[in-house]
């Protein structure tokens, strides 16, 4: 198994760091201390969570820091939804779909890596590419 910078997963959530910094850059002044910040921490906090769960030794530690990420990517949804009735984004921005397919793929991933921990509930073919 490689790093956490071989995961998909890793790879689109700081492809979404990327996308909310350039989204960020355009508002307000005002919003610097405020909605631009949390809105950028929410973002980094859910790469840095994936890398940190993946250096851990047990993989009830590695879902804990899944689910953290999780949580930052609601809390970004949930700013993406202010900022947008305060129209300093775009209420057609492709940014919800992004969010929505990186939510996907990490709550795949979090049964995955539960799975890993209780070979029960793995099914047959993942067995089979678990154990060659």
């Given at each position: 198994?490689g790093?956490?910078?071989?995961?998909?997963?890793?790879?689109?959530?700081?492809?979404l760091?990327?996308?909310?910094?350039?989204?960020?850059?355009?508002?307000?002044?005002?919003?610097?201390?405020?909605?631009?910040?949390?809105?950028?921490?929410?973002?980094?906090?859910?790469?840095?969570?994936?890398?940190?769960?993946?250096?851990?030794?047990?993989?009830?530690?590695?879902?804990?820091?899944?689910?953290?990420?999780?949580?930052?990517?609601?809390?970004?949804?949930?700013?993406?939804?202010?900022?947008?009735?305060?129209?300093?984004?775009?209420?057609?921005?492709?940014?919800?779909?992004?969010?929505?397919?990186?939510?996907?793929?990490?709550?795949?991933?979090?049964?995955?890596?539960?799975?890993?921990?209780?070979?029960?509930?793995?099914?047959?073919?993942?067995?089979?590419?678990?154990?060659?």
């Open positions: 198994m790093t956490h910078k071989d995961l998909d997963i890793w790879k689109l959530s700081v492809e760091v990327v996308r909310i910094y350039d989204v960020t850059r355009s508002f307000p002044n005002e919003e610097l201390y405020g909605l631009t910040s949390q809105m950028r921490r929410a973002a980094v906090s859910v790469p840095s969570n994936i890398a940190e769960g993946a250096a851990r030794r047990h993989n009830g530690e590695y879902v804990q820091f899944l689910y953290i990420a999780l949580g930052s990517l609601a809390e970004l949804e949930t700013q993406v939804i202010i900022v947008q009735r305060l129209r300093y984004l775009p209420a057609d921005t492709a940014i919800f779909e992004f969010i929505e397919h990186i939510r996907k793929k990490l709550i795949a991933f979090i049964k995955y890596v539960r799975a890993l921990s209780s070979p029960k509930l793995l099914n047959r073919s993942t067995r089979k590419r678990l154990n060659p």
